[in-house]
């Protein structure tokens, strides 16, 4: 069973970068056909998606976001990893990351982590 | 960037049923956004009932279908109970690799 898990700081200094990293388990990141992405919800909001990496390094990134966001792939440690500078307040959310597939499958879902930014 | 629009919230019956819409701020939905539904309670991780316009994810009991109707993409809910009591997120692929959610429909059943 595929399982996912983010893991990384719960608090971010503003202007600093956020750092994340999921870890995939009962499954290779290396799957054809696969990508792997991040979405994230702001306390009491929706949900907005980031980004999507194969596992070849191929990135798609929320317009949005673009300027912001790197994301990167360890398939020698079944894992990727996402990196947003210049954090602001409005950058406080829970991150998920996924499996995403099929269009916008989003599937399945880590438990989320929540990133507060603040001093 | 385009918008992708879902009513803020729905209130339903227990039994009754309620059909969610995902639409776009300008243009069609058609299958070729391959829209997808999530549902979600407060504190959770979202659970996928649907992907591809209307194949249900495994597990989905079958009183959850989608569709296109009109120009949208639709989720319906047929025999709401009281734990259908969620907030609902559509998302829809824009292709060059870019998905985008809907504002999330809250629903209520009472």
């Known amino acids: 069973q595929l399982q996912l898990q983010e893991s990384g700081p719960g608090l971010v200094k503003p202007s600093e970068t956020l750092s994340l990293t999921c870890t995939v388990s009962?499954?290779?990141?290396?799957?054809?056909?696969?990508?792997w992405g991040w979405v994230r919800q702001p306390p009491g909001k929706g949900l907005e998606w980031i980004g999507t990496i194969y596992y070849s390094g191929t990135t798609y990134y929320n317009p949005s976001l673009k300027s912001r966001v790197t994301l990167s792939v360890d398939t020698s440690k079944n894992q990727f990893s996402l990196k947003l500078g210049s954090v602001t307040a409005a950058d406080t959310a829970v991150y998920f990351c996924?499996?995403?597939?099929?269009?916008?499958?989003?599937?399945?879902w880590g438990q989320g982590t929540l990133v507060t930014v603040s001093s | 960037q385009t918008v992708v629009t879902q009513e803020p919230s729905f209130s339903v019956s227990p039994g009754g049923t309620v059909t969610l819409t995902c639409g776009l701020s300008s243009g069609s939905v058609s299958t070729s956004y391959y829209p997808s539904w999530y549902q979600q309670t407060p504190g959770q991780t979202p659970r996928t009932l649907i992907y591809?316009?209307?194949t249900r994810s495994s597990g989905v009991p079958d009183r959850f279908s989608g569709s296109i109707l009109g120009n949208k993409a639709a989720l319906t809910i047929t025999g709401a109970q009281a734990d259908d009591e969620s907030d609902y997120y559509c998302?829809?692929?824009?292709?060059?690799?870019?998905?985008?959610f809907g504002g999330g429909t809250k629903v209520t059943v009472l």
């Open positions: 009962g499954g290779s990141i290396s799957s054809n056909g696969y990508y």
């Open positions: 998302v829809l692929y824009m292709g060059s690799g870019i998905s985008v």
């Open positions: 591809n316009t209307n």
């Open positions: 996924a499996r995403h597939s099929s269009g916008s499958l989003f599937d399945p």
